[in-house]
């Protein structure tokens, strides 16, 4: 079955950059059904939507983050990214990478188990 | 773009039925048809419960329903089981070809 894996660094410090990555395994992250996208949870919030990349590798991000946010794909590597820049703690959340299923759904139908960052 | 509103807190008793509500704009939920909702438990990976307002994934129990008029989307839980008890999230595309969630509602089972 399709599964996605979040991994990178825990600890990430105020004006440096966080970087994450998402490998998705079961299935071709070329295939043309799918944007895929970053998700955060603060502790104690709600979900936020961040940003999603297609396979094209042509992007959208969340209004609110657009200027610090960059999401990109390695069709090679079969595995997404997730940069944003000058974090402060209001970043530290639980991030998610998910899978939108395009015209089936119209929804994040798998996601990762997510993996907590902290800004500190 | 601010998130749906959705209550806090919703409970009930075993086999009781529940209704969460997600009101935005018509900017998102009110616009289109693209309103999902996902169940978190805490620690584990949000799962995809209704789509397309009122559509279940294979698998979702027919306890969950969705529906939608303006503005407002509900979601509602028929039957209510212990294992109900999560968080559950709305969320809608938007005019901005963006996604946003609502902010999330704790359902406690009595």
């Known amino acids: 079955q399709v599964q996605l894996q979040e991994s990178g660094p825990g600890l990430v410090k105020p004006s440096q950059t966080l970087s994450l990555t998402c490998i998705v395994s079961g299935d071709s992250i070329s295939s043309g059904s799918y944007y895929w996208s970053w998700i955060r949870q603060p502790a104690g919030k709600g979900l936020e939507w961040i940003g999603r990349v297609y396979t094209s590798g042509s992007t959208i991000y969340s209004p609110s983050l657009k200027s610090r946010v960059t999401v990109s794909i390695d069709t090679s590597k079969n595995q997404f990214s997730l940069n944003l820049n000058s974090v402060t703690a209001a970043d530290t959340a639980v991030y998610y990478c998910?899978?939108?299923?395009?015209?089936?759904?119209?929804?994040?139908?798998?996601w990762g188990r997510g993996t907590m960052v902290t800004v500190s | 773009q601010s998130a749906p509103t959705q209550p806090a807190s919703v409970s009930g008793s075993p086999g009781q039925s529940i209704t969460i509500s997600c009101t935005g704009t018509s900017s998102d939920v009110g616009g289109f048809n693209y309103v999902s909702w996902y169940q978190h438990h805490p620690g584990k990976a949000p799962k995809l419960m209704i789509y397309d307002v009122n559509k279940r994934p294979s698998g979702v129990s027919n306890r969950f329903s969705g529906s939608k008029s303006g503005n407002t989307a509900s979601l509602t839980l028929s039957g209510l089981q212990a294992e109900d008890e999560a968080d559950y999230y709305c969320?809608?595309?938007?005019?901005?070809?963006?996604?946003?969630f609502g902010g999330g509602t704790k359902v406690t089972v009595l």
């Open positions: 969320s809608s595309y938007t005019s901005s070809s963006t996604w946003v």
């Open positions: 998910a899978r939108f299923r395009l015209s089936e759904t119209n929804a994040f139908d798998i």
